[in-house]
């Protein structure tokens, strides 16, 4: 089936950057959308963007529209979460996800293969 693994996660001071990667084993997913979600202590997960198999096509949540950009590598079967201008209310553990299919979803139902997480501490 193969595995996600995150990184790049840890603690940054309201204002800055992150930049999270996603890395695949065992398999591509190279004709798999991928995607990030989130989740805060006591909330429900949460989308914030996809990014479709070619690379080409993205989507990202209006939460974080203009602040946080997907892509991906696909010849490092890696898929990236740049996030800017971060806040307090960012802090979560951020996971990455792979769909069943090539087209990108808001939905976690639509993504098979999960990571581990990363957890983002945004500290003001």
């Known amino acids: 089936q193969g595995q996600l693994v995150e990184s790049g996660g840890g603690l940054v001071q309201a204002g800055g950057s992150l930049r999270l990667s996603c890395a695949a084993s065992g398999r591509a997913f190279s004709a798999n959308a991928r995607a990030w979600f989130r989740q805060a202590p006591g909330k429900e997960r949460e989308f914030l963007a996809a990014v479709g198999a070619s690379g080409y096509s993205t989507y990202h949540a209006d939460s974080v529209k203009g602040r946080f950009t997907i892509s991906r590598d696909n010849a490092r079967n890696t898929v990236y979460l740049e996030m800017n201008a971060l806040n307090s209310e960012d802090s979560a553990v951020y996971y990455c996800?792979?769909?069943?299919?090539?087209?990108?979803?808001?939905?976690?139902?639509?993504?098979?293969?999960w990571g581990q997480g990363t957890q983002v501490t945004v500290s003001s």
């Open positions: 996800a792979a769909a069943y299919g090539d087209s990108e979803h808001m939905s976690s139902d639509r993504y098979n293969v």
